[in-house]
């Protein structure tokens, strides 16, 4: 099961600290997530915050990229991301590295 890290940054003026178009749209994705992560069979790992320098990481397991794909063009989400650049990063762990090494 592929692990897949997504490093959002935004920008000063569109940080939801600061601008309540964007808080408000942050509180409704939190609202949404579960529901949307349970539709397409995902499991959030975890999300940290680096608030100082306006970036979010979150890691998901998904069983195949293909529904990691759909979750990422639901609306809710597709709005989110028009607000931010975007990076997605596909990891192995260290023992499914081992075994390509073997």
Known sequence: MPAIIVLQRHSVENC???NEKMKKMALEIVEK???????????????????????????????SL???LKLQMEPALRKWMAQHTTEIKIAMTIEETMKLLK
């Open 16 to 18: 939801p600290m600061n």
């Open 66 to 68: 293909d529904a990691f």
């Open 33 to 63: 997530m579960g529901a949307l992560l349970k539709k397409h069979g995902i499991k959030m790992v975890g999300s940290w915050s680096v608030a100082r320098e306006h970036l979010s990481i979150i890691v998901y397991e998904a069983q």
